[in-house]
DNA sequence: GGATATAGGGGCAAAATTTTCACTATGACA
DNA sequence: TGTCATAGTGAAAATTTTGCCCCTATATCC
């Protein structure tokens, strides 16, 4: 991990809200969570283009947020599971827009810019 | 500008709403040009710690992206205001939630992590 | 003349985020 | 034995985003 050196900006909510789900996968992965998906390697199967390690990194982020909760079994191979927490729920509205939003920009065939 | 080296995700919903609004300031943008601040030096006031450069940079992406239209007065000095789209205001829904929601977790003293 | 406000661009560097790859450890399976 | 699946971490590199500083041009005001 490493310093961050520019104050996050926490005065207004959206600055909260962002950092809380601004990662690239969290919205996704609050989203899959909420669907039923619920192991790492799950999850990991649904975003191909994420590599792992951000899930990793993104999740572990979620549950210090306190937006998800990790069930650890102790068996081996290993499993776990994380759950959507109260906070994590309660943002299902935002994600859900977001999801559906998206989605109906695709449908109408609004251009959305090309990679340069 | 750079090129783009890793495909942007625009399978899911989310990740098309995300490749909009994903910028640092562009939720606030929205926001604030909702709320009657057009011209980008008042933007600028609203978000003294966000960089001219990025406003700039980031008011240009979403005119780009047909969420934002900027109307140009030939005056000197210069005079510029931009306004919400159609589908700008499609985004409001989203926005006023990550604004509720965030001062909501304020509000409610729910700890964010702090920088470390 | 000189300062200020306006909107924006360029170059460059710093910071932040994401990717890649290697590695741990163990049970099950052929 | 060798391989696979599991969950996760570490180091280093690549990529993307942001910040800083200087520049243009002009009208107005002191």
Redesign the pocket.
């Known amino acids: 991990m ?5 104050p996050k900006d926490l005065s207004c909510g959206i600055g909260v809200t962002l950092e809380i789900i ?4 969290k919205p996704c992965l609050i989203n899959s969570i909420h669907k039923g998906i619920h ?3 799950e999850l990991a199967r649904q975003n191909p ?6 899930l ?5 982020e979620l549950e210090e947020h306190g937006v998800i909760r ?1 069930v ?1 079994y102790p068996v ?5 599971e994380y759950f959507l927490t109260g906070l994590g729920e309660s943002l299902l509205p935002i994600v859900d827009l977001m999801e559906t939003w998206g989605e109906d920009v695709l449908a109408k065939g609004v251009v959305v810019k090309k990679n340069r």
């Open positions: 490493y310093e961050k050196k520019n601004g990662g690239k996968w192991r790492p390697s283009t994420a590599s792992k390690r951000v990793s990194l993104q999740l572990k990790k650890i081996l191979p290993p499993k776990v």
